[in-house]
């Protein structure tokens, strides 16, 4: 079914987490989705939201933030989801998610301007987080201050305590990744719909 409400704009930071998404929307056949790459890091990620939401096209977009991040609780497994639990929003995509299969994990999504590892990584699970990235928090903020209504974040965890990883896309963790990343994306839309419901 079609989707007639406002579009969908979902974000990312790395080529390679755009391919996954962009032959996700082929399979899907979501003609109403935009994918946008931010380039790594918080600041980049902070222009490259503000600029796309001043589009007329993606006027009242939700904006779902995806892409990879570093586990950091016991037990996590590469491919693995995150739902940030920050906003309102978490409770529908997360059962959206769960729904279609994938293990999912709601929890604090801790932020960072680097990659994370060993004793630093440590460091963030003592305080409660259950991953890092270095861009979804940035984005979030960007989407609030255009004045987007809906915005949540879901991440596919690529390495662990157990495994970290030393290069996105040359280890198994980084091919398992991948694969989830792109399979994620009719549970967006499922979330997507539900934005468009009258009691939102």
Wanted: with cysteine; aromatic share 4%.
């Amino acid at each position: 079914m079609g989707h007639t409400g406002p579009p969908l704009l979902v974000v990312c930071a790395l080529r390679i987490e755009r391919v996954a998404l962009r032959r996700g929307t082929a399979r899907a056949a979501a003609g109403h989705v935009s994918v946008l790459r931010t380039g790594m890091g918080p600041k980049a990620a902070d222009r490259a939201v503000r600029e796309a939401l001043h589009a007329p096209a993606l006027h009242d977009a939700a904006v779902l933030t995806t892409g990879f991040c570093a586990g950091l609780a016991p037990g996590m497994r590469p491919g693995d989801v995150v739902v940030s639990d920050d906003g309102h929003e978490s409770e529908a995509l997360a059962a959206a998610l769960k729904a279609a299969g994938h293990t999912v994990h709601t929890g604090t999504l801790a932020e960072s301007d680097h990659v994370v590892r060993g004793a630093e990584r440590a460091a963030l699970a003592a305080t409660g987080a259950i991953a890092v990235d270095m861009e979804s928090a940035a984005m979030r903020r960007a989407a609030l201050a255009e004045g987007a209504r809906h915005v949540a974040a879901a991440r596919v965890v690529v390495d662990t305590p157990e495994y970290e990883l030393v290069r996105v896309g040359t280890l198994r963790t980084g091919i398992i990744a991948f694969r989830v990343l792109r399979d994620l994306v009719p549970a967006f839309l499922d979330w997507h719909r539900t934005t468009a419901l009258p009691w939102r």
